[in-house]
C-alpha cells in the first residue's frame, strides 16, 4: 500500500499577462506517493472542476522529463527541490504529509506570465532562430563517420545537447540571465566540426539576440543546480570566449576558425 | 487550453541597441564585453591591492624604512623620468581601472534590473513573492553589489585619511608612514572601519577572483578546482595582512614608542635612509 499525503497548497493564480496575480490556497487530500507533481495538481484541477471552478492552468506535455515544457517554481525552487528532475519527474513521495507547497511560475521580465503558472518562453525560440542551426544543403545521406568527430567533443556537445530549453536556469537566476540556455545551445553546435562554418557568426548573433531579453550573468551558478539536465557552467566560459573572439576575427581572412 | 487571443508582450525585445559603435567599442557595448571589462580591471585592481598589502609590511620594519618605501614609490622610474611621474601614470591607471569597473558592474546591474521581475533597486536581484531558495550562489557572491560600494566609500575615506590627512591635522606628516598609520589606526572607531572594509574588500575579491576566470572564458576541467583555491588563497593573504595593521596599533604592538627619529622629524629619517 502506497502512502497517502494531504497537503496545502499555495498555488499562483493569475488572470491574464497583465492582471495582478496572487496566492490561493488549495487542499490537496489523498494523494498517494507515487503520484507526480503534475498528477497531484490534476487532482487538484478535478476536483476544482467538480466544484465549478476554473482549474490551475500549467505547462506540461511529454511528462517524462524530456520536452522541456513543464516549469514552476516549488517552495523557491525551479522544477522543485530534487536535483536534476524536471517537475513532471518529481514525485510526491518527495513530500511529507502535512507539509505547505508553494508554487509560483518561472520569473522574469522576458518570461511574462500567460496564465496562472504558465509563462510564456518564447523569448527562448528568438535566440535558437538566431542561430542555433546549421546551415547545410541537404541531399543524398552521406556514409557514415564521413565527417571524423573526436569523441571528447561529440560526448561534451551531447551534454550541452541535453538542454531542454524548459528555462529552469532563467527563474533561478537573481539576475533573470539566459547564459546557461544559450551557451548550451552554443556549444552543442560549436564543439562539432559541423557546426564550424558558422561558429562565430552563431556566436555573435545568439549572444546579442540573448542580450535583448535577458539580464547578465554574475556567476552565482544557480542555473547550474536548478537544471534539470545539469548542465555545466563550462558551457558560460567557452561563450564567453568565443563571443569576444568572434568580434575580434576578420572572419574575411580568417574563415571561421 | 485554447491559445491566448493576442500574442503575450513574450517576444518583445527590452533592450535593442540605439546604435553598433566601431570596434573595439563595440565589445563594451554586450554584456559579455562588459564583464571582459569588469574581468580585466578587476585583475588589475586585485594586483594593487596584493602590492599594497605587500608595500605595507614595511612597517614592520620600522619608521626609516616605511619612509623608504614610500619614497621609492614616488622615484619609480629612477631618473630615467621626472620625480612622482610614473606613480602618477599608475595612478591615473587604477583611477581608470576603477571607473571602468564600477560603470560596467552598475550598467550591468541595470540590465538585470530590469530583465527582472521586482527586483530591488540596489541589489537588482530577482524576488519572487514566495520565499525564494538558494543553493549555489554564497554569500559573497550575493553581496557583490553592497560590497562594492562599501569598498568605494572606504577608499574614499582611506584616502583622505592617510593620503591627504584630513582629519589627522598637524598629526599627519608628509614623509613619515610609519607615524601617520599609527596615529590613525590608534582610534578606536577608526580600527574598526579599517576591520570592516577590509572583511568586506575581502568577501568581494572572494568572489571576484572566481569569477573573473568564468568572465574571461579560462575554463578547463584540469584546473577549474584550483580557480577555487585561488580565490581563497588571495582572499586569505589579503585578510590577514590587512587586517593585522589595525589589529597590531590596536594591541599596541605597533606604535611611536623606540623611534630613532623623532615625530615630524621627516630630515632625521631621509639621513638615516641614506645610512640604511
Same mark, same amino acid.
Given at each position: 500500500m502506497?502512502?497517502?499525503?494531504?497537503?496545502?497548497l499555495?498555488?499562483?493564480?493569475?488572470e491574464?499577462? *497583465?492582471?495582478?496575480?496572487?496566492?490561493?490556497?488549495y487542499a490537496?487530500?489523498?494523494?498517494?506517493?507515487d503520484?507526480s507533481?503534475?498528477?497531484?495538481?490534476?487532482?487538484?484541477n478535478?476536483g476544482?472542476?467538480?466544484?465549478?471552478?476554473v482549474?490551475?492552468e500549467?505547462?506540461?506535455?511529454?511528462?517524462?522529463?524530456i520536452?522541456?515544457?513543464?516549469?514552476l517554481?516549488?517552495?523557491g525552487q525551479?522544477h522543485?527541490?530534487?536535483?536534476?528532475t524536471?517537475?513532471?519527474q518529481?514525485h510526491?513521495?518527495?513530500?511529507?504529509?502535512?507539509?505547505?507547497?508553494?508554487?509560483?511560475?518561472?520569473?522574469?521580465?522576458?518570461?511574462?506570465?500567460?496564465? @496562472?503558472?504558465?509563462v510564456?518562453?518564447?523569448a527562448?525560440?528568438?535566440? &535558437?532562430?538566431a542561430g542555433g542551426?546549421?546551415s547545410?544543403?541537404t541531399?543524398?545521406?552521406?556514409?557514415?563517420?564521413l565527417t571524423p568527430?573526436p569523441?571528447?567533443a561529440s560526448d561534451?556537445s551531447?551534454?550541452?545537447?541535453?538542454?531542454?530549453?524548459?528555462?529552469?536556469?532563467?527563474?533561478?537566476?537573481?539576475?533573470?540571465?539566459?547564459?546557461?540556455?544559450t551557451?548550451?545551445?552554443?556549444a552543442?553546435?560549436?564543439?562539432?566540426?559541423?557546426?564550424?562554418?558558422?561558429?562565430?557568426e552563431?556566436?555573435?548573433s545568439?549572444?546579442?539576440t540573448?542580450e535583448?531579453?535577458?539580464?547578465?550573468?554574475?556567476?552565482?551558478g544557480?542555473?547550474?543546480?536548478a537544471?534539470?539536465?545539469?548542465?555545466?557552467?563550462?558551457?558560460?566560459?567557452?561563450?564567453?570566449?568565443?563571443?569576444?573572439?568572434?568580434k575580434?576575427?576578420?572572419?574575411?581572412?580568417?574563415?571561421?576558425t | 487550453?485554447?491559445?491566448?487571443?493576442?500574442?503575450?508582450?513574450?517576444?518583445?525585445?527590452?533592450?535593442?541597441?540605439?546604435?553598433q559603435l566601431?570596434?573595439?567599442?563595440?565589445?563594451?557595448?554586450?554584456?559579455i564585453?562588459?564583464?571582459?571589462?569588469?574581468a580585466?580591471?578587476? &585583475?588589475?585592481?586585485?594586483?594593487?591591492?596584493?602590492?599594497?598589502?605587500?608595500?605595507?609590511?614595511? &612597517?614592520?620594519?620600522?619608521?626609516?624604512?616605511?619612509h623608504?618605501?614610500?619614497?621609492?614609490l614616488?622615484s619609480l622610474g629612477?631618473?630615467l623620468?621626472p620625480?612622482?611621474?610614473?606613480?602618477?601614470v599608475?595612478?591615473?591607471?587604477l583611477a581608470?581601472?576603477?571607473?571602468l569597473?564600477?560603470?560596467s558592474?552598475?550598467?550591468?546591474?541595470?540590465?538585470?534590473?530590469?530583465?527582472?521581475?521586482?527586483?530591488?533597486? &540596489?541589489?537588482?536581484?530577482?524576488?519572487? *513573492?514566495?520565499?525564494r531558495?538558494y543553493v549555489a550562489?554564497?554569500?559573497?557572491?550575493?553581496t557583490m553589489?553592497?560590497?562594492?560600494?562599501?569598498?568605494?566609500?572606504?577608499?574614499?575615506f582611506?584616502?583622505?585619511?592617510?593620503t591627504?590627512?584630513?582629519w589627522?591635522?598637524?598629526?599627519?606628516?608628509?614623509?613619515?608612514?610609519? *607615524?601617520?598609520?599609527?596615529?590613525?589606526?590608534?582610534?578606536?572607531?577608526?580600527?574598526i572601519?579599517y576591520?570592516?572594509?577590509?572583511?568586506a574588500?575581502?568577501i568581494?575579491?572572494?568572489?571576484?577572483?572566481?569569477?573573473l576566470f568564468?568572465?574571461?572564458g579560462?575554463?578547463?576541467?584540469?584546473?577549474?578546482e584550483?580557480r577555487?583555491?585561488?580565490?581563497k588563497?588571495v582572499?586569505?593573504?589579503?585578510?590577514?595582512?590587512?587586517?593585522s595593521?589595525?589589529?597590531?596599533?590596536q594591541?599596541?604592538?605597533?606604535d @611611536?614608542?623606540?623611534?630613532?627619529?623623532?615625530v615630524?622629524?621627516?630630515?632625521c629619517?631621509?639621513?638615516?635612509?641614506?645610512?640604511?
Open positions: 502506497s502512502r497517502e499525503l494531504n497537503l496545502t499555495q498555488i499562483w493564480r493569475q491574464g499577462p *497583465h492582471d495582478d496575480g496572487h496566492f490561493e490556497t490537496a487530500t489523498g494523494i498517494s506517493e503520484m507533481f503534475l498528477e497531484m495538481l490534476d487532482i487538484v478535478e476544482l472542476i467538480q466544484d465549478g471552478n482549474p490551475i500549467f505547462d506540461h506535455d511529454c511528462r517524462e522529463g520536452c522541456g515544457t513543464c516549469s517554481m516549488i517552495n525551479a522543485g527541490q530534487e536535483k536534476a524536471t517537475t513532471c518529481l510526491m513521495r518527495k513530500f511529507n504529509d502535512g507539509d505547505t507547497i508553494v508554487v509560483e511560475p518561472f520569473r522574469a521580465r522576458a518570461f511574462p506570465v500567460v496564465r @496562472d503558472l504558465v510564456d518562453r518564447s527562448f525560440d528568438r535566440i &535558437i532562430e542551426y546549421i547545410v544543403n541531399g543524398a545521406a552521406s556514409d557514415a563517420n568527430v569523441k571528447e561534451t551531447f551534454d550541452a545537447a541535453a538542454c531542454i530549453g524548459c528555462g529552469a536556469c532563467v527563474a533561478a537566476c537573481p539576475n533573470s540571465a539566459a547564459q546557461l540556455f551557451s548550451a545551445k552554443l552543442h553546435l560549436n564543439l562539432i566540426p559541423q557546426g564550424q562554418p558558422q561558429r562565430f552563431r556566436t555573435e545568439m549572444v546579442e540573448m535583448s531579453f535577458f539580464g547578465s550573468c554574475t556567476n552565482h544557480e542555473c547550474h543546480e537544471c534539470p539536465k545539469e548542465i555545466s557552467l563550462d558551457f558560460i566560459a567557452f561563450m564567453n570566449r568565443d563571443y569576444v573572439k568572434a575580434v576575427k576578420n572572419r574575411k581572412l580568417a574563415g571561421q | 487550453m485554447a491559445a491566448p487571443a493576442t500574442s503575450p508582450p513574450g517576444s518583445t525585445p527590452i533592450f535593442r541597441r540605439k546604435w566601431p570596434f573595439p567599442l563595440n565589445i563594451y557595448q554586450s554584456s564585453g562588459r564583464k571582459w571589462v569588469m580585466l580591471t578587476g &585583475i588589475g585592481l586585485l594586483g594593487f591591492v596584493v602590492v599594497h598589502m605587500i608595500g605595507n609590511l614595511h &612597517i614592520y620594519e620600522g619608521p626609516v624604512q616605511s623608504e618605501y614610500a619614497e621609492s614616488r629612477g631618473g623620468m620625480r612622482t611621474f610614473l606613480l602618477w599608475l595612478r591615473l591607471g581608470g581601472m576603477f571607473v569597473h564600477i560603470h558592474a552598475y550598467s550591468l546591474k541595470e540590465r538585470s534590473r530590469k530583465a527582472s521581475d521586482k527586483a530591488d533597486f &540596489i541589489g537588482g536581484e530577482k524576488k519572487y *513573492h514566495s520565499k531558495d550562489a554564497n554569500y559573497a557572491s550575493r553589489r553592497w560590497t562594492g560600494p562599501i569598498i568605494l566609500l572606504y577608499l574614499l582611506h584616502l583622505a585619511d592617510l591627504w590627512g584630513w589627522l591635522g598637524d598629526n599627519y606628516v608628509l614623509g613619515d608612514p610609519y *607615524h601617520n598609520v599609527v596615529a590613525s589606526l590608534s582610534n578606536l572607531p577608526v580600527a572601519i576591520v570592516v572594509a577590509n572583511v574588500l575581502v568581494h575579491i572572494f568572489h571576484g577572483t572566481w569569477s568564468q568572465s574571461l579560462i575554463n578547463n576541467p584540469k584546473y577549474n584550483l577555487r583555491t585561488l580565490a588563497l582572499a586569505g593573504v589579503i585578510l590577514v595582512g590587512n587586517l595593521f589595525p589589529v597590531l596599533v594591541t599596541g604592538l605597533i @611611536d614608542d623606540n623611534r630613532t627619529c623623532d615630524g622629524d621627516v630630515t629619517l631621509e639621513h638615516q635612509a641614506e645610512k640604511h
